[in-house]
């Protein structure tokens, strides 16, 4: 009989993907609204949080534009092909769970690429949680949020639906930008969403 439960979605399915891989999520470089918004955006340097980051291309973007960041995953194969290619940034990047880290400082602005979408539903609110905690008044959350009143599956990505990011973040955080996607990778195609929110 054909199983229908969900994958234990964990260090080890993320590990297999990354080792064979299977990354239909991997843009292979810095996203163009990225670049577009940190090139106008802060005229002093920032303290950048990156949880989830996976291949952590945007690292070295935002460290050559004069910004401190600190990216973390908690797959030790993302944690070395992110090393591999990042060169001398490549201490930026830590191994580690973002929802127990101890960081003893927050951050200017969380950077978003895929992270919630591939959380099981289940740990959105532990999500939610660590953007409260690790952004000060008028920090920002800037990426990408992917959604979609549609889509189904058990395996990432899990998307937000419409108007859910607003349910979740409201009235904490005000909407600064919003604008669709045009060049996602085929998985996100139509669903992602650039946003960035600040928080009051």
């Known amino acids: 009989m054909k199983t229908t439960d969900s994958p234990i979605i964990n260090q080890q399915f993320w590990d297999d993907l990354f080792v064979s891989g299977r990354m239909p999520w991997d843009c292979s470089k810095v996203p163009q609204e990225l670049k577009n918004y940190l090139n106008g955006s802060f005229n002093v340097p920032q303290s950048v949080f990156i949880p989830g980051c996976g291949a952590a291309y945007e690292v070295s973007h935002f460290v050559e534009l004069g910004h401190d960041v600190i990216a973390m995953d908690y797959s030790a194969e993302a944690v070395n092909l992110a090393k591999s290619q990042l060169g001398q940034y490549q201490d930026k990047v830590m191994l580690g769970d973002v929802f127990r880290a101890d960081f003893s400082r927050a951050f200017d602005v969380i950077y978003e690429r895929a992270?919630?979408?591939?959380?099981?539903?289940?740990?959105?609110?532990?999500?939610?949680?660590?953007?409260?905690?690790?952004?000060?008044?008028?920090?920002?959350?800037?990426?990408?949020?992917?959604?979609?009143?549609?889509?189904?599956?058990?395996?990432?990505?899990?998307?937000?639906?419409?108007?859910?990011?607003?349910?979740?973040l409201e009235p904490s955080f005000v909407l600064i930008e919003s604008s669709p996607v045009n060049d996602s990778v085929e998985v996100f195609k139509g669903k992602e969403q650039w946003m960035v929110w600040q928080k009051t």
């Open 115 to 168: 992270f919630l979408a591939a959380l099981p539903r289940g740990k959105w609110d532990d999500y939610f949680a660590m953007i409260e905690r690790l952004l000060p008044s008028n920090g920002l959350l800037v990426g990408y949020f992917v959604i979609s009143d549609d889509y189904r599956s058990r395996f990432p990505p899990f998307c937000l639906r419409s108007g859910e990011i607003e349910q979740r």
